[in-house]
C-alpha cells in the first residue's frame, strides 16, 4: 500500500484538492442516482453468493439473515482487506450461530470465492474477445491476437466446470473434505450472479466519470476487474493506493481530478458508507446475542 501511495503521489502530485473538489461538483444528481443504484446492485448479488452456497450445502437460513451477513462480511473485508480470512470470521460468527459446522462454513466460504472469481473470469474473457486493445493500456506491446487466445481460453476454463457439473464428475476428495460439482441449476445461477456483482461496481466508477474523454462503459469494466483483482490480491486495506494507481496510469484521456474523484464516489458508496453500517449490524447481533446468553443463564 506504501509502494502504490508513492507512485500514486509522484502522478497526481500537480493536483490540488481544489480540482478534485470541482470534479465531485460536476457529477450530475442523475448520475449520482445510477451510481447509488449500481452500487445497490453489487451487493444484492453478493447476498446472492452467501445463498447459494447454502443451498450447495443443503442448509436453509432466512433470507434476511443470509443478506445482513454477506453485506456484513464484505463491507468489513472489503475495507479491512485479507478478504479470505476476515470474511472468514464474520462468516463463522453468524453461519454457527445457525447451526453450520466450521466444515460447513469453510465450504460456504470457498463456495463464494470461487463464484466471484467465476464472473471475474467470465468478465475478462468476453471483455479481452470483444476490446482486445484494453491490455494495451497496461502492456504497449502486446498482440491483440494473443490476448483475444487469452480470451477465449478463459471462457473455455468456464465451459470445463459448466461441463463436469453437467456429467457430475467425480467429486475432489482433500483428507476430510470433499468437494462435489453443484448441480446445473446452481452453476447457471453462479453464471449470472458471479458477473452480475462486478457489472453494478464498475458501473459505480463508469457513472461518476464525466462523458467528455470518457472510453464507455466496456473498457472501465476491464480496467476495472484488473485494478480490483490486483487490490484483492495486495490486501491492502479497500485496495487502498493500488485501485487509484492503475485507474490513473490505465486513463490517460481522462483528467487524474476526475478519475480520482470517480474512486472517491467508488469508495463512498461501495466501501466506506458499507463498512459504517456493518459496524451498526454487527454491534447489534452481539448485543442480541449476549442478551440470548444472559437468558439461557
Known amino acids: 500500500m506504501a509502494v502504490s501511495a508513492w507512485l500514486l503521489y509522484r502522478e497526481v502530485s500537480g493536483l490540488s484538492l481544489e480540482d478534485v473538489g470541482d ?15 449500481g452500487a445497490l446492485v453489487a451487493y444484492a448479488a453478493l447476498a446472492g453468493y452467501d445463498s447459494l452456497a447454502l443451498r450447495y450445502l443443503g442448509r436453509r437460513v432466512s433470507r434476511i439473515f443470509i443478506t445482513l451477513t454477506s453485506f456484513t462480511t464484505y463491507a468489513l473485508s472489503h475495507n479491512l482487506g485479507a478478504s479470505v480470512l476476515s470474511g472468514s470470521l464474520i462468516r463463522y460468527r453468524a453461519y454457527s450461530s445457525k447451526g453450520l459446522t466450521g466444515l460447513e ?24 474477445i470483444i476490446d482486445p ?16 487466445a ?57 457513472f ?30 479497500g485496495g487502498l493506493g493500488v485501485l487509484e494507481l492503475l485507474f490513473v496510469n490505465s486513463l490517460p484521456e481522462v483528467p487524474a481530478s476526475d478519475v480520482l474523484a470517480a474512486l472517491i464516489v467508488f469508495r463512498l458508496l461501495y466501501l466506506l458508507i458499507p463498512f459504517a453500517a456493518s459496524l451498526v449490524i454487527v454491534l447489534l447481533f452481539e448485543r442480541n446475542s449476549l442478551k440470548a446468553q444472559k437468558k439461557v443463564a
Open 23 to 37: 470534479s465531485l461538483a460536476a457529477i450530475s444528481p442523475m448520475h449520482w442516482t445510477l451510481a447509488v443504484l
Open 105 to 128: 462454513i469453510g465450504q460456504l466460504v470457498a463456495f463464494c470465492s470461487f463464484t466471484f472469481a467465476l464472473g471475474t473470469v467470465i468478465l475478462t474473457g468476453i471483455v479481452l
Open 133 to 148: 486493445t484494453i491490455a494495451i493500456r497496461f502492456f504497449d506491446q502486446m498482440s491483440l491476437q494473443l490476448v483475444r
Open 150 to 206: 487469452a480470451g477465449v481460453f478463459l471462457l473455455l476454463l468456464v465451459a470445463a466446470y459448466v461441463c463436469g457439473s453437467w456429467r457430475q464428475l467425480k467429486p475432489f476428495k482433500i483428507g476430510p473434505l470433499k468437494i462435489e460439482y453443484p448441480n446445473l441449476r446452481i452453476v447457471i445461477l453462479q453464471l449470472i450472479i458471479g458477473p452480475l456483482e462486478l457489472l453494478g461496481a464498475a458501473a459505480i466508477i463508469y
Open 208 to 237: 461518476a466519470l464525466p462523458h467528455i474523454g470518457n472510453p464507455g462503459y466496456l473498457t472501465i469494466l476491464g480496467l476495472f476487474l484488473l485494478s480490483f483483482s490486483a487490490a484483492l490480491i495486495s490486501s491492502a486495506p
